[in-house]
């Protein structure tokens, strides 16, 4: 079945600085992958997300990229501000079960003011 | 619109006892998810439900069982609580059960069990 290995666990920066979290899938049919943002106490809730036949994906501040041959993909943060600091989570689809998500195990990302 | 709300925010057990946990989506959604969150695990499926009616094992589904009460509710049943339980519990919908479909969560329940 799909595995998800999501780097680095925990990832500090300061205000204004970018941030990188990576994430590596092991089943090359997955074909969907979105980035969960996690405050504390609270539910996960969407960020960005993008599909196969895309390579990049942007929205204001937040880009992710895909490349499916190497089976892996990135959540990029320009412009950090301590609003950021939460969890961040990776997924990708599981092929042959409906609508399933594999989740990476998280990266804690603190912006420093 | 409340989106998905899930009750009760916080529980304690004792082990062995058994109960319910509720959700509830009013974004008239297909299928719906139970996930628990353990430090360092991430987000692991226990059941899921791709329609009203069906109900299907995730990942890590001993334990727990599941009630697709309607195409609203979908509530996941402890019947003997054991320490091991103690997680955070969400709920989550998503409008068809395509793999691209986005899933929305609810806030969560805590269970600590003694």
């Known amino acids: 079945g799909e595995n998800v290995e999501q780097h680095p666990s925990t990832l500090s920066v300061q205000e204004g600085d970018s941030a990188v979290i990576k994430c590596t899938y092991s089943?090359?049919?997955?074909?969907?992958f979105p980035w969960y943002k996690q405050e504390l106490g609270k539910g996960p809730q969407l960020i960005i997300d993008?599909?196969?036949?895309?390579g990049e994906k942007k929205d204001q501040r937040i880009a992710v990229t895909l490349n499916k041959t190497a089976k892996h993909f990135s959540l990029h943060i320009t412009e950090t501000q301590p609003e950021d600091s939460a969890v961040y989570f990776c997924?990708?689809?599981?092929?042959?079960?409906?609508?399933?998500?594999?989740f990476g195990k998280g990266t804690k990302l603190s912006v420093k003011p | 619109n409340a989106g998905v709300t899930q009750t009760p925010k916080f529980q304690v057990l004792k082990t062995g006892q058994s109960m319910t946990l509720q959700c509830a989506q009013d974004?008239?959604?297909?299928?719906m998810y139970w996930y628990r969150q353990d430090p360092g695990m991430g987000l692991r499926l226990i059941y899921y439900?791709?329609?009203?009616?069906?109900?299907d094992k995730g990942e890590v589904p001993n334990g727990y069982n599941v009630s697709r009460l309607n195409k609203r509710e979908f509530s996941l049943r402890l019947e003997s609580a054991a320490p091991s339980q103690t997680s955070v519990y969400f709920c989550?919908?998503?409008?068809?059960?395509?793999?691209?479909?986005?899933?929305?969560f609810g806030p969560g329940t805590r269970l600590t069990v003694l």
């Open positions: 997924a990708a689809s599981a092929t042959g079960s409906q609508g399933n998500l594999i």
């Open positions: 089943d090359s049919a997955s074909n969907y």
């Open positions: 993008i599909r196969s036949n895309v």
């Open positions: 974004m008239n959604h297909n299928s």
């Open positions: 439900s791709a329609s009203e009616g069906t109900t």
């Open positions: 989550a919908s998503a409008l068809a059960s395509g793999v691209t479909d986005t899933q929305y």
